[in-house]
Nanobody
């Protein structure tokens, strides 16, 4: 499975961005999907996850209520809608695919990773 993330950019604090991750080379609906991020000098951080059919989602407290993950299996794409952005949300955002039908914050369980898209939030 190949993953291509897009939609990053520069936004002011309080603004919104929508990231997309297009999948190819596999049966997209058989993969749970996740978003992670990594800021300079920091460890990778879990951001959101969604199950095969989209019925289950999972967020850490740091983004809950501000970020929404969704997927369109007909388009082989997963999205991350980010609202009320803060400077601390600045990072490279990665999408990842997991064969199990679950939602997990553990990056070690994901089998495929995209190349990342940079999100910069200015204060």
């Amino acid at each position: 499975v190949q993953l291509q993330a897009s939609g990053g950019g520069l936004v002011q604090a309080g603004g919104s961005l929508r990231l997309s991750c297009a999948a190819s080379g596999g049966t997209f609906s058989n993969y749970a999907m996740g978003w992670f991020r990594q800021a300079p000098g920091k460890e990778r951080e879990f951001v959101a996850a969604i199950s095969w059919g989209g019925g289950s989602t999972y967020y850490p407290d740091s983004v809950k209520g501000r970020f929404t993950i969704s997927r369109d299996n007909a388009k082989n794409t997963v999205y991350l809608q980010m609202n009320s952005l803060k400077p601390e949300d600045t990072a490279i955002y990665y999408c990842a695919a997991m064969k199990y039908n679950s939602v997990s914050r553990d990056g070690r369980l994901y089998d495929y990773w995209g190349q990342g898209t940079l999100v910069t939030v200015s204060s």
